[in-house]
């Protein structure tokens, strides 16, 4: 069932979120080894320390992109999540022609500048890595919100944290390595 917005959506992209929705899964080879950073990156964003936890995020998501055969996206961890409009921003993904993608995530809230808790940011971070691999993975022309993009970060949060909740299991298809389940 697509989301409202679909509606609204032309042809071409109405074809583009089809073929977003149907693939439910990043499948992730040797988890156990992309698995090894994520306590880094909780000791990192406990200190506090934007630097510090920038290195641990490119360093967790460099290993996510070396194992599923992606170029890696710039990661920037910058410090209080900016407002809009009674919201506030966690992460952005930008990609322009001929410059190296960048993934931004915010790592304390805009109220009370205290750190976001590590599974909040840990989830935006993966929700703007799967931007990135719509587009280097799967060669999607545009990223839509989907059910099937939210269970693909879903499923690399289950892989890089084994007791979450796993993807709701709705299809077969998955992307892996090569760009499979497109």
Known sequence: MP????????RADQEVYRRSDGI?????????AVRDGVPRL???LATGDCAEAERAADALVRELSRVLEVPP??????AIRPRMEGAELHGFYVAEPGRRPVVRVWMRTAARRQVVAFRTFLRTL????????DFELLRLPKSFHTQGFYERESSLVHALLPGSPGPPGRGEDRAGPGGGGA
């Open 24 to 32: 439910h899964e990043v499948r992730l080879p040797s988890a156990e």
């Open 73 to 78: 996206p710039q990661v920037k961890v910058l």
């Open 42 to 44: 909780e000791r990192a």
């Open 126 to 133: 993966l929700h703007e890595f799967v931007h990135h691999l």
């Open 3 to 10: 989301f409202a917005y679909f509606r609204r959506l032309g």
